[in-house]
Nanobody, 124 residues
Framework: QLQLVESGGGLAQPGGSLRLSCAAS????????TGWFRQAPGKEREGVSC????????NYADSLKGRFTISRDDAKKTVYLQMNDLKPEDTGIYYC?????????????????WGQGTQVTVSS
């Protein structure tokens, strides 16, 4: 059974950092695109970043470039999202998702599998 489990969320101060993890089970990451999405209170879900099935190609939302970094550890079957210089507007529930394809997409509707989400709160 394919499963994604996020962890690493919590409370951070503005300017601080968090690293989210997405542990995959039941499938091999190198056949799947993995993406991070987030949903802030009262807002629609938005794409944050994704990493292609090769583990090499990555995409980021324009507003997040330079602050967030996605990476993957195939041995641990885990995808990470390193978030630096956090801002209050980064607050939300962060989800990881997977689709059996090679190319990244920032559209959540194109993903087939989702984790339960992890809460990130940025506040002083």
């Amino acid at each position: 059974q394919l499963q994604l489990v996020e962890s690493g969320g919590g409370l951070a101060q503005p300017g601080g950092s968090l690293r989210l993890s997405c542990a995959a089970s039941g499938f091999a990451l190198d056949y799947y695109v993995t993406g991070w999405f987030r949903q802030a209170p009262g807002k629609e879900r938005e794409g944050v970043s994704c990493i292609g099935s090769s583990g090499v190609s990555t995409n980021y939302a324009d507003s997040l470039k330079g602050r967030f970094t996605i990476s993957r550890d195939d041995a641990k079957k885990t995808v990470y999202l390193q978030m630096n210089d956090l801002k209050p507007e980064d607050t939300g529930i962060y989800y990881c998702a997977a689709r059996r394809y090679y190319k990244c997409s920032g559209h959540g509707r194109e993903y087939d599998y989702w984790g339960q989400g992890t809460q990130v709160t940025v506040s002083s």
